[in-house]
């Protein structure tokens, strides 16, 4: 069995720019969705700059998964709930779209 998760293929898209459109109060309006079906190297800042990050959109990930003989049995796409919210303010703009993706596959024989 294997059990894995990643950052979420739509966050990991943007190649540059701002990635959140913001209101006049600068609170998140929607997400920027960018070079998403291009795979590669992505260089954010996450504390520092230039850390290097992988992209690959879900056709890849979930292909790659069957052609090396898996059959996923669960993938998740969680978003903070209430609890969260109410501790951590900030997190409401990841209601918007999840950041991480998780999956359950089994090897087949």
């Not at 609170?27 to 590669?40: A, C, I, R």
């Not at 850390?51 to 049995?73: A, W």
């Amino acid at each position: 069995m294997l059990i894995y998760s990643q950052e979420h293929p739509l966050t990991t898209a943007p190649k540059q720019g701002p990635v959140w459109t913001l209101d006049e109060n600068k609170k998140p309006l929607f997400y920027n969705l960018s070079d998403y079906m291009e795979s590669g190297e992505r260089s954010v800042k996450w504390f520092v700059e230039g850390v290097i990050k992988y992209h690959r959109p879900f056709s890849e990930i979930i292909n790659t998964l069957i052609e090396t003989g898996f059959k996923i049995e669960k993938m998740l796409e969680p978003l903070p709930d209430e609890e969260a919210l109410e501790l951590i303010p900030n997190m409401k703009k990841d209601i918007h779209k999840p950041n991480f993706l998780l999956i359950r596959a089994v090897k087949m024989q």
